[in-house]
């Protein structure tokens, strides 16, 4: 599971494609990790990127 900002998420989706060979699932952060920050950088997270 990563955690990305917008301009990461196509980063993020190749990671995940290049690890487990399927297409990720993506969603919105939840309310209750909305402090959480982007794996790539210092902004905020606004998708998660995960393998099914």
């Known amino acids: 599971m990563i ?8 980063l993020a989706i190749d990671t995940i494609v290049d690890e487990f060979e399927t297409f990720p699932e993506l969603s919105k952060v939840e309310e209750k990790d909305l402090s959480t920050g982007c794996e790539y950088c210092r902004n905020a997270a606004i998708y998660v990127v995960a393998n099914r």
Not at 3 to 10: A, K, L, P, R
């Open 3 to 10: 955690y990305c900002c917008e301009e990461h998420v196509d």
